[in-house]
């Protein structure tokens, strides 16, 4: 079951923060985080794993509310290099699974 | 260096036609992943390679096969396919298949179908 995203698009001016959301109907392992622009592949920013372990990347941060089963990515200070397609990719607690399901995307386009 | 590579960039083939894409990758990992990208939606997978042994195979046609000759290169057969699989083929890797791992993903091959 694919994660949701929200919001689906959203337009900032350089400098201004977004939070952006992930959440899902089933338990999850690890949350990815991945920024994908227009006719390349995505980028790994991020990973969130059960018990609160996080990883980071450039000056962007994120959550992870296992109880929720939420994550959320946090952009401050906006650059136009942030400008792109942000995923979520999550891995559910079942048996063995370990593949990634990716939420439906959230557009960001940075305005100078 | 975390590149992985995919050749080639566009291809076009008709519905009667047989081609592959190849995925390379030098970072000494052991899974490798096929995933297919429609327009503005997220990438879907279609397989997955583990220790060049094929671990998942997501329902996918029979018209798309894979293989994995050694533990750097991934190719995907294409034969008698259908203009709606048209899209974009993307090829990643991790160290070995664990929910953990960061996937690193190549460009794309940016398949049309006539």
């Known amino acids: ?112 | 260096d975390t590149e992985v590579t995919q050749t080639p960039k566009h291809l076009v083939m008709g519905m009667t036609n047989k081609k592959s894409l190849k995925c390379e990758q030098h970072m000494g990992h052991r899974a490798m992943y096929w995933y297919k990208q429609k327009a503005k939606k997220p990438p879907e997978l279609m397989f997955v390679y583990s220790y060049e042994k094929l671990s998942i195979n997501e329902s996918v046609p029979s018209r798309f096969s894979p293989e994995c000759p050694n533990s750097s290169l991934l190719n995907l057969h294409l034969h008698a396919l259908q203009p709606e699989d048209s899209a974009l083929y993307l090829c990643a890797s991790s160290q070995i298949y664990r929910s953990t791992d960061t996937q690193y993903f190549g460009p794309g091959t940016r398949l049309t179908v006539l």
């Open chain 1, 1 to 112: 079951q694919q994660p949701v995203q929200s919001p689906q698009a959203v337009i900032l001016r350089e400098g201004e923060d977004a939070v952006i959301n992930c959440s899902s109907s089933k338990a999850l392992y690890s949350v990815h985080w991945y920024r994908q622009k227009h006719g390349e592949a995505p980028v790994f920013l991020m990973i969130l794993l059960k018990g609160g372990e996080q990883k980071g990347h450039e000056k962007i941060s994120a959550s992870f509310n296992e109880k929720k089963q939420q994550s959320s990515l946090y952009l401050t200070a906006s650059q136009l290099s942030y400008s792109g397609t942000y995923f979520c990719g999550t891995v559910f607690q079942t048996g063995s699974a370990r593949q990634l399901t990716f939420g439906s995307g959230t557009q960001l386009t940075v305005l100078p």
